[in-house]
T-cell receptor, first 114, second 110 residues
Framework: AQSVAQPEDQVNVAEGNPLTVKCTYS??????LFWYVQYPNRGLQFLLK??????LVKGSYGFEAEFNKSQTSFHLKKPSALVSDSALYFC????????????FGKGTRLHILP | NAGVTQTPKFRVLKTGQSMTLLCAQD?????MYWYRQDPGMGLRLIHY???????AKGEVPDGYNVSRLKKQNFLLGLESAAPSQTSVYFC?????????FGQGTRLTVV
């Protein structure tokens, strides 16, 4: 069965510094990968996805993620963090060759320090 | 275009009571999902549907039932609520690689 791991419960970054939120996955086939962000008392907002093609995917709010098949990773990155980036981030995976489930990681809380 | 709408937004239940959460989407999506979100647990899939009249179990289906009688609606039922079902519930609908979420239902079982 597919699974997602977000090894860090929390990441602290100073404003203006680059940020990375880690995600690794496990699927039997070729994965579809996603990043979502959740602000307090809100639903989930889509940031970006990898389906196929270029391993570097650009998304909303200046975020990007790199698909690395050999390391089974899909880390979220941003060159320069903003205080407004502080939120809860979720990585998700779907194995389209297996079923239609979308499985989420446990989430990583990102704190951007002014 | 409302997207994905969840009803109600908040609810307090007593242990043993039953209720139904409604998810409605107006995007003609085939796939719909119910998740629960708990602190430190992320989002866990309860049940999902790949089309009208179909349902399937997710990661944590026990204590819940679902129905998809109409394509646009996906209902999540709790027959006998338990305190362990206190959570925030999210519905989502999907077409191709695009998934949209509702704003959530905060359920407290006392």
């Amino acid at each position: 069965a597919q699974s997602v791991a977000q090894p860090e419960d929390q990441v602290n970054v100073a404003e203006g510094n680059p940020l990375t939120v880690k995600c690794t996955y496990s699927v039997s086939g070729n994965p579809y990968l996603f990043w979502y962000v959740q602000y307090p008392n809100r639903g989930l907002q889509f940031l970006l996805k990898y389906i196929t093609g270029d391993n570097l995917v650009k998304g909303s709010y200046g975020f990007e993620a790199e698909f690395n098949k050999s390391q089974t990773s899909f880390h979220l990155k941003k060159p320069s963090a903003l205080v407004s980036d502080s939120a809860l981030y979720f990585c998700a995976v779907r194995d389209p060759d297996r079923d239609d489930k979308i499985i989420f990681g446990k989430g990583t809380r990102l704190h951007i320090l002014p | 275009n409302a997207g994905v709408t969840q009803t109600p937004k908040f609810r307090v239940l007593k242990t043993g009571q039953s209720m139904t959460l409604l998810c409605a989407q107006d995007m003609n999506h085939e796939y719909m999902y119910w998740y629960r979100q708990d602190p430190g647990m992320g989002l866990r899939l309860i049940h999902y549907s790949v089309g009208e009249g179909t349902t399937a179990k997710g990661e944590v289906p026990d204590g819940y039932n679902v129905s998809r009688l109409k394509k646009q609606n996906f209902l999540l039922g709790l027959e006998s609520a338990a305190p362990s079902q206190t959570s925030v519930y999210f519905c989502a609908s999907r077409r191709q690689g695009w998934t949209f979420f509702g704003q959530g239902t905060r359920l407290t079982v006392v």
